[in-house]
Nanobody, 121 residues
Framework: QVQLVESGGGLVQPGGSLRLSCAAS????????MGWYRQAPGKQRELVAR???????YYADSVKGRFAISMDYAKNTVYLQMNSLKPEDTAVYSC???????????????WGQGTQVTVSS
């Protein structure tokens, strides 16, 4: 019912910046929250940042002060601006969305396909 398409990953040198985008499309009554997760090889998936429609934005301690999440509700798109990137930020970044498609039904969780971010010199 809802598709998430990510873009913006790639290879960047330490200290560099990247901006990830994730656009939601399909049957959308309301986007309740969107977020970014990442998974590095051999590690568990972790929540990087999450922005609810109302309430506080969340950032993992490891990215506070370097990453910024924002939402354009007119475009149903979430962004993750990543600055001062470190090699330990290398991972597959996946977009997640909590979407209400039918206001009479509970919301559902959706995932993007993931985009690789590699920080290396």
């Amino acid at each position: 019912q809802v598709q998430l398409v990510e873009s913006g990953g790639g290879l960047v040198q330490p200290g560099g910046s990247l901006r990830l985008s994730c656009a939601a499309s399909g049957i959308i009554f309301r986007i309740n929250a969107m977020g970014w997760y990442r998974q590095a090889p051999g590690k568990q998936r972790e929540l990087v940042a999450r922005i609810p429609r109302s309430g506080n934005t969340y950032y993992a301690d490891s990215v506070k002060g370097r990453f910024a999440i924002s939402m354009d509700y007119a475009k149903n798109t979430v962004y993750l601006q990543m600055n001062s990137l470190k090699p330990e930020d290398t991972a597959v970044y996946s977009c997640n969305a909590d979407v209400t498609s039918d206001w009479t039904q509970p919301s559902s969780d959706y995932w993007g396909q993931g985009t690789q971010v590699t920080v290396s010199s």
